[in-house]
């Protein structure tokens, strides 16, 4: 499963190009230039062998100097791990005043501008326009300007008369000026660039974490699998569709699901394959898959989609009721007119004193199975009219605590008929709460109503909670009545078919239409100590706090 931290560490790497950019990590480069040229300027000179120049008019001066130099350079890069990132721009401004003010004492001590020494500075100048701002940057130019114009004045006033190096010193502070200028707009448009880069690649990081986001959590399983097979993605809702199975990143798609292998297999060799529909453990639910490839190239990898067959049955649900809902208005409205009129004609006969008690009995089936049809229209009419489900996150122990408890009292039973056990106690499931308990309810009441022993011998288990062999949430409603005979298994979920006369054979097919409205699974499992077993098989789906991980 793919970690929603990799995400984090694209949108960290969509800041990188800022981040090698930053005012510390310049400053560590001209340290270590500085560093550098200090260190060969002092084992030139003290080892002799450097050029001639270096020193020759104060040596004494040049050697203290440098050595000063050296020390600085080496006390700022101590420094520079230390400060907060706030008191960068003074640290900088520190640095490059150091190297103008020692810079033009080594070029005095070596004879001026005439050195080259100078040029030593216009480094210095273009890591300040780098890091400060347009007007230090300029005035660390005219410092500089003036600096080695005041040591050429100095030069010709007191050393030398004849060294009139103007010209020199002229260009130079003029190149100190123009690299300061160039320096600063080319610092200005690379940080424009580098903020357009960073924006964007922060910018595909959400867009990737987005993308993440959504096949993770989507209800569709998603697995992406390479030409040989190997997985490399699944999302949370093919691993609970696949019934939590062992194949992870990296390992063979036949790990996670023989048959999907199977298929895959089959349809990258025959394009006009046609998937079917599988179960990958015994009692999961039936799945519907199908593959698109990645690219235009056959070895790119494919896309493999499951859906739970339960939600394609519910569209059709939808479909079907509507024109239900249309058909059982206008029945129920032509059947409930007359069979008033033969209701109400019923109980103003049998207040008829001089009837005799074999039309007495004769008005009694007449009531009775007026009753019995408008059973049946009222469990049309509540079919027909139902809303639209709204499945909700419910835990399933309490809810069938407060489910049982209300069923007893209804039914009059004592505690010990119904036995309720959930493993595990914090299982989730979603579903419609008032249509589930509508379910139950069918399926409890049938039970009671075809028990024939004695009502204190009667027993209800309700067994449920999730394993892997179930392949999500389900629950068994178990009684210990005569069971279901092999003749009416194939009928038992049809609309009317009943084997109680006091029937309407709507009660199972009520259940089974609700179920698949909510994209559960009704079916009927052989108990073989005696008994009926129906099970209920819960979709699985990803609860907002998920302890899942790769």
Known sequence: MESMDNTSTLANAG??????????RILQYFFA???LIAGLLTLMFFSNSGPALLGQQHPVLFGTTVVIYLGFVTANGLLLNLLHSTSLQYHALMMVATDIALITILMHASGGAPSGLGMLLAVSIAVGSLVMHGITALLLAAIASLAILAQQIYTQLYVDPSLTA?????LLGASFFAIAILAHVLSQRLKESER?????????????QLNEYIIRNMRTGILVVDAEQKIHLMNESAWHLLGMPEGRRGSPLEQASQELAQQIAQWQSDSEFEFRNFRPLPNGRELKPGFSRLGTEDDQGTVIFLEDAASITQQAQQIKLASLGRLTASIAHEIRNPLGAISHATQLLGESPELPGTEQRLLGIVETNCGRVNDIIENVLQLSRRQRSRPEEIQLKSWLEKFTAEFQLAQQLAPENIQLTIEPGETIIRADPSQLHQILG???????????EERSMFRLKLIGGMTRESGGPFL???DNGPGIDRESLRQIFEPFFTTVNAGTGLGLYIAKELSESNQLRLEYLPVPAGGACFRISFPNFIPE???YNE
């Open 15 to 24: 800041r990188a190009p800022l981040a090698r950019r930053s005012p510390r």
């Open 33 to 35: 230039y500085r560093l």
């Open 166 to 170: 103007y010209a020199q010193t002229g």
């Open 196 to 208: 357009l880069v960073s924006q964007r690649d922060i910018d595909l990081a959400n867009m990737e």
């Open 442 to 452: 069918n399926l409890c009441e049938n039970a009671v109503v075809h028990y024939k």
């Open 476 to 478: 068994d409603i178990i």
């Open 545 to 547: 706090q998920s302890d």
